[in-house]
């Protein structure tokens, strides 16, 4: 099992839909938490990062539960532009510093 | 600042012949990571290092693979012998502390 798990997809979308992606982690020492967004062909950018108490940037909602060791992003009124590859990142500290990503969710946004 | 800079951004080269990846981070970071990306396999850790020196190389898929950090300003991935299944996108990131990673805009290897 790998130590972050994502959906793949894809999620084809109109625009203006709702769409939410999960990503579930196995390692309960893992500290902090990320979204990143990678164009195709392009290299990986942080989109948010994800704190315990969720937090939002415009239309991009992210939550953490720890307890269930599973982080989600959402994405409101989706736009054309949103089309990318959602990759889910989880830093841990023990056993040696560790960056994880996911393999990443593909969101197809249509007109 | 200019970001995290790679060089070269493609490289071909044929079976056998050793290719070297370059990879200037941003300045005052103190972690450099080694990704390499594929279709099948997606984003793997190869190599980490902090403050220049290596911590974690246990994604390093097998000898052929090398790297070195000889100062806080460049970092070499080396491949000695290369074989096409080395074929992928590889990307260098850096970071401050355990907060977020910085990509350049990768190397783009060709092993024919």
């Known amino acids: 099992r790998k130590e972050v798990e994502q959906d793949p997809g894809p999620f084809n979308v109109p625009e203006g839909a709702t769409v939410a992606f999960n990503c579930t982690y196995s390692?309960?020492?893992?500290?902090?938490f990320f979204w990143y967004r990678q164009d195709c062909r392009k290299e990986p950018k942080l989109l948010m990062s994800v704190y315990s108490s969720g937090n939002e940037d415009g239309r991009f909602t992210a939550q953490l539960n720890r307890a269930s060791q599973y982080i989600s992003l959402l994405i409101r009124d989706s736009k054309l532009s949103d089309s990318a590859t959602y990759l889910c990142?989880?830093?841990?500290?023990?056993?040696?510093?560790?960056?994880?990503f996911g393999a990443g969710t593909r969101l197809f946004v249509k007109a | 600042d200019a970001g995290v800079i790679q060089s070269p951004r493609h490289e071909v080269t044929e079976m056998g012949q050793e290719v070297t990846l370059r990879c200037k981070p941003i300045?005052?970071?103190?972690?450099l990571f080694w990704y390499r990306q594929t279709m099948m396999r997606g984003l793997e850790l190869l190599i980490y290092f902090n403050n220049n020196v290596p911590i974690d190389d246990s994604g390093m898929p097998e000898d052929r693979f090398s790297a070195k950090m000889p100062n806080a300003s460049f970092s070499t991935l080396k491949i000695q012998p290369s074989e096409p299944r080395d074929s992928a996108v590889y990307f260098c990131?850096?970071?401050?502390?355990?907060?977020?990673?910085?990509f350049g805009q990768g190397t783009r290897l060709t092993v024919v």
């Open positions: 300045s005052g970071h103190d972690y």
């Open positions: 390692n309960s020492a893992s500290q902090s």
């Open positions: 990142v989880v830093n841990r500290g023990t056993g040696g510093f560790k960056t994880i």
């Open positions: 990131a850096s970071s401050f502390k355990v907060t977020e990673a910085f």
